[in-house]
């Protein structure tokens, strides 16, 4: 129980303390990011010089100081992407770091120099940047043509099969639409016709004589047969 009791104060001196409070703040890459510290102001009496660094609060003022401010206006600033955009009046000295990067990932110190001896404010920030995210969705194109690297052969046997089924469909269309390849060979269709439309009335003709021939010499043999039975 004594046990108990001890570890429990242990941890509420650690909590209340704070030179050992710290947090973890992220961030992305690209975007601003804020990394949050205050500290009360009943009136202007206690507005006090404070600083942000990087790495741990050391015994006094910041290791790698970025920024400044003696309660009223920046007085120090390393970097452009380094502001306090926090009202000061009012203790917010929240450090904002604009444009993010990789390399902003760390630890920083939140330092307010408060009078007297370890009356100092410290805040330990971790911070962490991420990288952005990217989709890996790779986008779709939709085209009406399709190539081929130069020296295949893929482009060209399609451009043949295309060739080919284009001179296969007018041949076609053609076959229906006009019989005669030629003007040449429509007329010669158009002699053989006429050719044969003149044959077909000779020969009818001569068939025609050839039946009135015997008929006629059947007439004049039976004429002779009846003339010898009368004599």
Do not use: H
């Amino acid at each position: 129980m004594l046990s108990y009791f001890c570890m429990s104060w242990i941890l509420l001196v650690l909590s209340a303390d704070p030179a050992l409070s710290e947090s973890l703040v992220t961030g992305t890459v690209g975007q601003d990011v804020t990394v949050p510290c205050f500290y009360y102001v009943r009136s202007k009496d206690d507005l006090t010089s404070m600083c942000w660094g990087r790495g741990e609060c050391p015994a006094s003022k910041c290791s790698q100081t970025i920024i400044r401010t003696d309660g009223r206006t920046v007085t120090e600033q390393v970097n452009s992407r380094y502001m306090l955009k926090g009202d000061l009046m009012k203790g917010n000295v929240s450090l904002t770091i604009v444009n993010a990067e990789l390399a902003d990932s760390g630890t920083y110190c939140c330092r307010v120099e408060i009078s007297g001896l370890f009356n100092d404010q410290k805040n330990t920030r971790t911070v962490v940047i991420n990288k952005a995210r990217i989709s890996t969705a790779s986008p779709r194109t939709y085209t009406s043509e399709q190539t081929s690297a130069p020296g295949s052969t893929t482009g060209s046997s399609s451009i043949i099969t295309e060739a080919w089924l284009s001179d296969s469909a007018s041949e076609a269309s053609q076959t229906a639409s006009d019989p005669c390849s030629s003007t040449s060979d429509c007329l010669d269709v158009t002699s053989n016709l006429q050719n044969a439309s003149l044959s077909l009335p000779d020969q009818q003709y001569s068939d025609i004589r050839m039946y009135i021939g015997i008929g006629l010499f059947l007439a004049l043999l039976s004429i002779l047969i009846l003339a010898l039975f009368l004599t």
